[in-house]
């Protein structure tokens, strides 16, 4: 019998660290690059907080290196992209597998092996009074700072996009960058900044699988969940809420295949393991409806192009 007030709070956990990769990952597509380096973030924001985490022992040092850690390699997807106007797939599945690489090397390198030992995790902080509330208490506030911080940038996102100048000018430059540069707006540093941010907002998603979910470090831990966020913000439409949303359908179901693996359903556990990455399949291929990008998406821009245009 399943207690579903466990499973929501299952749910909400595996759904966490896909929301801050596809938030981040949104940030980078309104401004129109594609960022397919999502899954080499999550594994940099992993390896980078564990790192830190194991030679200071406070995971919140590792929080800030992940921060740090994210901003580099988003920096990096950014100069591929934007100054060598390099093909924006390439770039990042290169990320993805210079990620990989680095960080098992580093792994077996520093600790002997590929994973750390146990790390110090972050401890959940209950609301006062609130937590208290039934069912939605043990849900939503008893959770730890990554999850507050996740509502934040939520909410934070809905304003920031939709209500703020700032906002507008990334929108505009994601859609019709040759008007926004007409308008005065450096297109190149909108972008830029973009991109960095999307390399921070997604190492957060690996350093929660990190310090809260495992509590160490191992080889290929992201385990394909860059690629889910991925599908979640196409499914999300590229609108903060709709992300949301796309990442808790994904973490339920997750939640959901493991639970039905406990029971001992006579089910063979791999189709069960498939079952968040056929749904992805499926949120890919349009089932929720057609999911229209930003107009210049993954399209490299330059004075030149705008002349010719």
Not at 111 to 126: D, H, K, M, V, Y
Not at 186 to 215: E, H, K, M
Not at 234 to 242: E, V
């Amino acid at each position: 019998m399943i207690n579903y007030n466990d499973y929501l709070i299952s749910s909400v956990d595996l759904a966490v660290p896909l929301a801050f990769a596809a938030l981040g990952g949104m940030y980078s597509e309104r401004s129109g690059v594609l960022n397919i380096a999502l899954e080499g973030l999550l594994l940099t924001g992993a390896f980078s907080s564990a790192i830190a985490t194991f030679y200071t022992g406070n995971p919140y040092v590792g929080i800030v290196f992940a921060l740090i850690g994210g901003g580099l390699v988003g920096l990096l997807h950014a100069f591929l992209s934007v100054t060598l106007a390099v093909n924006q797939l390439v770039s990042g599945l290169g990320i993805n597998l210079l990620a990989a690489g680095l960080t098992s090397f580093f792994a077996r390198l520093i600790f002997n092996g590929n994973s750390t030992e146990r790390l110090p995790g972050i401890e959940a902080i209950a609301i006062p009074g609130l937590a208290k509330i039934p069912p939605l208490g043990a849900i939503l506030f008893q959770q730890n700072i990554l999850v507050y911080l996740l509502v934040i940038l939520v909410a934070f996102s809905l304003y920031f996009l939709f209500h703020t100048s700032l906002g507008l000018t990334l929108r505009s430059v994601g859609e019709y960058p040759q008007a926004a540069a007409t308008a005065g707006i450096s297109v190149a540093w909108v972008r830029y900044g973009a991109v960095i941010v999307s390399g921070c907002l997604a190492s957060l998603g690996g350093a929660y699988l990190t310090l809260v979910q495992i509590n160490f470090f191992t080889e290929g831990m992201s385990a394909g969940k860059g690629f889910i966020a991925l599908a979640a913000l196409i499914f999300g439409r590229w609108h903060p809420l709709g992300i949301i949303g796309a990442c808790f359908l994904f973490g339920a179901t997750e939640a959901l295949q493991l639970r039905i693996q406990a029971f001992g359903a006579n089910i063979p556990y791999q189709f069960l393991v498939m079952s968040p990455y056929i749904l992805a399949l499926f949120a890919l291929l349009g089932l929720a409806g057609k999911a229209l990008p930003p107009k210049s998406l993954g399209i490299p821009y330059s004075l030149e192009n705008s002349h010719d245009e």
